[in-house]
């Protein structure tokens, strides 16, 4: 049987305060990503969504427990390396992955770390490039871009060292609408066309509805882990802990709870389109 892409076992993180005390920051997280899902976590500020994803690429390592990049344990310090090949990163601000003064030169930075041919690095930089759509920016200067650009530009320098799964921690959060679907349209394309495994950490519930699966965080805990239809069907529950749900979800339970013959697990406008 397969190994899973990702796996958590009895995973607890504590972070060390100035004063010397701790705060803990995941409790007991177990959970498996297999091959090739596509996976949102949602949860809001302090619920430790991002300091989970930072475990899946070794740059945080567990109090307790034990996390595994597909067999390898991330407590392996002389493998960490391999872990990062395995599962690339791409963090919310694009301006701090940026290193080069040109699009195809800040590509093949990864490539070049990893001791890669200049051919194949060549053709590694043209075909990342390609995949997020922006071939025709190859000679451009970054910081020339538009924020989802960058974004673009930043994923595709993850991709061009080949990994089998990018966590993306909340890639979108300082892109304006136009940016942000520029970038969940890459992931997307990532996922089904190039069969790489993703999480998504985000805050936008119209991102997690275009997962396999919704992950949801509170106090370090996961408190839900299902298709989006059915966490986002627990629209009251999500309320509780101060998270949203898409606009159209939380239209379809308002008009159903008034009575309304209207089917209330409802993601996107085209369903409520269909549905009226």
Aim: aromatic share 6%; hydrophobic share 40%.
């Amino acid at each position: 049987m397969a190994k899973p892409m990702i796996e958590t076992r009895n995973l607890y993180y504590n972070y060390k305060n100035p004063d010397g005390s701790e705060t803990s920051a995941l409790k007991n997280i177990n959970l498996k990503i297999n091959k090739g899902e596509f996976v949102a976590i949602i949860g809001h500020n302090g619920s430790g969504k991002s300091t989970l994803a930072k475990h899946f690429n070794a740059l945080l390592l567990p109090t307790k427990g034990d996390v595994f990049i597909k067999g390898i344990n991330t407590r392996e310090i002389d493998r960490v390396w391999e872990i990062r090949q395995k599962a690339g990163m791409v963090f919310q601000n694009p301006d701090n992955q940026l290193v080069a003064t040109v699009v195809e030169e800040d590509v093949a930075f990864g490539p070049e770390n990893l001791g890669i041919e200049p051919q194949k690095i060549r053709e590694r930089v043209k075909e990342a490039l390609k995949i997020v759509g922006m071939e025709e920016y190859a000679r451009h200067a970054p910081h020339l871009l538009s924020g989802g650009q960058k974004q673009r530009v930043a994923i595709a320098g993850i991709i061009a060292m080949r990994p089998e799964c990018i966590i993306l921690d909340e890639p979108t959060a300082m892109l304006d609408p136009s940016g942000r679907r520029e970038v969940l349209n890459t992931i997307k394309k990532l996922n089904g066309e190039e069969g790489i495994t993703v999480v998504n950490i985000t805050h936008f519930m119209e991102e997690a509805v275009e997962a396999d699966r919704v992950i949801v965080m509170e106090a370090g805990k996961i408190i839900m882990d299902d298709k989006p239809i059915e966490v986002f069907s627990r629209v009251k529950e999500l309320k509780e802990l101060g998270l949203d749900v898409p606009q159209v979800t939380e239209l379809a339970y308002n008009l159903y709870s008034k009575g309304f013959n209207i089917n209330p697990r409802l993601l996107t406008v085209e369903e409520m389109v269909m549905e009226l």
